[in-house]
């Protein structure tokens, strides 16, 4: 079974994509945390026990003490979390938001709200 970390400010977007899973019955193991800095320990805490990391990391763009992009920078410059795909979500549609995303070392963009088909497919 997958596991996916993810991280929104938004209790609404997080209590939402928790919601989507259960509802259509996707069979993925879902962590959510409100903050970039959580959810690194959080990593940081699996590495420590010894058990594998996440196979996809979703951080919001937009999150008001550090940003998804600035999140996924801090994880592509450690080998650490090399073997993760890495997304950054957001309800913007502009091509700037996606640019930075892409440059900060993103896998891939997805507008919200999110579902797991493009989450899937990292469309």
């Known amino acids: 079974m997958p596991t996916l970390f993810y991280v929104d400010d938004s209790r609404d977007d997080l209590f939402y994509l928790d919601?989507?899973?259960?509802?259509?019955?996707?069979?993925?193991?879902?962590?959510?945390?409100?903050?970039?800095?959580a959810a690194f320990e959080a990593l940081e805490q699996r590495l420590e026990r010894g058990e594998g990391l996440p196979d996809i990391l979703i951080a919001d763009l937009y999150m008001p003490l550090d940003s998804g992009s600035g999140l996924i920078a801090r994880l592509r410059?450690?080998?650490?979390?090399?073997?993760?795909?890495l997304g950054v979500c957001s309800g913007s549609d502009a091509v700037e938001?996606?640019?930075r995303a892409l440059a900060a070392g993103a896998d891939f963009y997805l507008e919200k709200p999110?579902?797991?088909?493009?989450i899937g497919s990292g469309q």
Not at 114 to 118: G, I, T, V
């Open 97 to 99: 938001d996606r640019e």
């Open 77 to 85: 410059q450690d080998d650490r979390f090399s073997a993760m795909q």
């Open 19 to 37: 919601y989507i899973r259960k509802k259509q019955q996707v069979d993925v193991d879902l962590f959510c945390f409100s903050t970039a800095q």
């Open 114 to 118: 999110l579902d797991f088909a493009r």
